[in-house]
């Protein structure tokens, strides 16, 4: 069963696309990271390590590419992808009429399960802080 959704020029695609959007990922990831607590104590003195690297090493021609030309052309591929994808099978049309019915009849649990998710990444943060100070 070869769907158009499911092609190794698809898969090649998504691979492609996270490999444009990581770079700009992971420097920003070490940039939020840096600021969870003081520089001595890790995670953060890796962040700033890797933080102070980057100012220093990538000039604005070069921050340019990673966090804006790599992810339009990221973006620009991955709808070009969907686009195409979505023409051609009508498999992935019906499983996704299907999957918005679904999540129409059961939306409480939906808006339930994501105030539960919501609740837990506050909590586990709440916990970070409070074992840190």
């Given amino acids: 069963m070869n769907h158009p959704a499911s092609s190794p020029k698809l898969s090649a695609l ?3 696309e996270w490999l444009l959007v990581l770079p700009a ?8 990271l840096r600021q969870l607590q003081p520089r001595q104590f890790e995670p ?3 962040s700033w390590a890797i933080f102070e690297w ?3 090493h990538i000039s604005q021609a070069g921050a340019a590419w990673l966090f804006l030309i790599l992810p339009a052309v990221a973006l620009a591929a991955g709808f070009a992808g969907i686009a195409l994808a979505w023409r ?4 992935l049309r019906q499983d996704t009429i299907a999957m918005f019915a679904s999540l129409r009849r059961h939306f409480a649990l939906a808006v ?3 105030g539960a998710l919501l609740a837990g990444a506050i909590l586990l ?8 100070d």
């Avoid at 051609?88 to 498999?91: I, L, P, V, W």
Wanted: charged fraction near 10%; proline fraction near 0%; charge should be positive.
């Fill in 88 to 91: 051609r099978s009508e498999a």
């Fill in 14 to 16: 998504a691979v492609s």
């Fill in 54 to 56: 980057t100012t220093k």
């Fill in 44 to 46: 953060a003195r890796t």
């Fill in 112 to 114: 339930l399960g994501a």
């Fill in 25 to 32: 990922a992971l420097l920003l990831a070490a940039a939020a």
């Fill in 125 to 132: 943060a709440v916990v970070a802080h409070i074992i840190t």
